[in-house]
């Protein structure tokens, strides 16, 4: 099997793909799952209002989440990245494969 450098590129990026993608999204649904755990965690007294439309977003803060909203809040945090991440990734090899691939038609 004599692979040349573009087949491996499209071989690759066609498994690594789908990966990526499922990856990135469920990390997104996890940082969602998180910040609604956050959202349970408020201080007493403070409301979704309070925080949500902070322009500090209510970023480790004290005053307005307990420790365990805090802690929630951090996951959210690295889990929205992490999905970022690996969103952008997967756009870049998306990107890398449709530059490798010949959209010509032989003749």
């Known amino acids: ?8 590129i499209i071989l690759v990026g066609d498994a690594l ?7 990135g999204l469920a990390s997104l649904a ?4 998180n910040e609604r755990r956050m959202q349970r965690h ?3 007294g403070v409301t979704w209002w309070q925080v949500t439309w902070r322009r500090d977003g209510g ?7 307990t420790p365990e909203g805090l ?3 951090r996951q959210a945090s690295k889990w929205g ?19 490798t691939v010949d959209f010509h038609a032989p003749g």
């Open 1 to 8: 099997m004599d692979l040349s450098l573009k087949g491996l």
């Open 42 to 44: 408020r201080q007493p």
């Open 81 to 99: 990245l992490i999905g970022a991440i690996l969103l952008l990734c997967a756009v870049l090899l998306a990107w890398i494969v449709g530059m």
């Open 17 to 23: 793909l789908p990966v990526l993608i499922v990856a």
């Open 30 to 33: 996890r940082a969602v799952v």
């Open 71 to 73: 802690a929630c809040q």
């Open 59 to 65: 970023w480790r803060r004290e005053d307005l989440f």
